[in-house]
T-cell receptor, first 114, second 111 residues
Framework: DAGVIQSPRHEVTEMGQEVTLRCKPISGHNSLFWYRQTMMRGLELLIYFNNNVPIDDSGMPEDRFSAKMPNASFSTLKIQPSEPRDSAVYFC????????????FGPGTRLTVT | AQRVTQPEKLLSVFKGAPVELKCNYSYSGSPELFWYVQYSRQRLQLLLRHISRESIKGFTADLNKGETSFHLKKPFAQEEDSAMYYCALSPRSGGYNKLIFGAGTRLAVHP
């Protein structure tokens, strides 16, 4: 298994543009998580899904951010419109069902908004 | 409130020196605790979890419920240990699905 796959790995965009980040979880994992990592705030959970259903989106910073999981093998995180303060590394992670356990992280997408 | 505190942003030691990365948590129930590590330009990965009580790469961490701490220790640091270390808490509420991370501590091991 290639692990959690994220694309693109790097994204540079101008303020006001729409940005879409993509994630493919590990096959068979039924929980998916989106995190944002910045120097100032560290790793923050933005939203997570169980069985494709959003469970907790309390970490989504504002309405400009939205996430979807149309099926078990794909999720998107969209920012519209983007702002310079959205510049960060965005990680996707997945884990299988049941009890406490490891989350498997993707390589991250480094977003720069100019 | 559920919180993980890592008081040190940077820990700088020489090779062969002992290392202790501090982690304190705030949670009223019985959490599951983890240490994740991020080497330069690599993805975040699990280092160890408290329920396993195992030693990984020479690192150990003991849960102290009285002090609400889960410090990471290694008796002799190696240069390849240089990385970013995150302590994380998984609360029972929500079925242990979430991970709440501390701010992270950068460990720099010098030759």
């Amino acid at each position: 298994d290639a692990g959690v796959i994220q694309s693109p790995r790097h994204e540079v965009t101008e303020m006001g543009q729409e940005v879409t980040l993509r994630c493919k979880p590990i096959s068979g994992h039924n929980s998916l998580f989106w995190y944002r990592q910045t120097m100032m705030r560290g790793l923050e959970l933005l939203i997570y899904f169980n069985n494709n259903v959003p469970i907790d989106d309390s970490g989504m910073p504002e309405d400009r951010f939205s996430a979807k999981m149309p099926n078990a093998s794909f999720s998107t995180l969209k920012i519209q419109p983007s702002e310079p303060r959205d510049s960060a590394v965005y990680f996707c992670a997945s884990r299988p069902a049941g009890g406490p356990g490891e989350q498997y992280f993707g390589p991250g997408t480094r977003l720069t908004v100019t | 409130a559920q919180r993980v505190t890592q008081p040190e942003k940077l820990l700088s030691v020489f090779k062969g020196a002992p290392v202790e990365l501090k982690c304190n948590y705030s949670y009223s129930g019985s959490p599951e605790l983890f240490w994740y590590v991020q080497y330069s330009r690599q993805r975040l990965q699990l280092l160890l979890r408290h329920i396993s009580r195992e030693s990984i790469k020479g690192f150990t961490a003991d849960l102290n419920k009285g002090e609400t701490s889960f410090h990471l220790k290694k008796p002799f640091a190696q240069e390849e240990d240089s990385a970013m270390y995150y302590c994380a808490l998984s609360p029972r509420s929500g079925g242990y699905n979430k991970l709440i991370f501390g701010a992270g501590t950068r460990l720099a091991v010098h030759p």
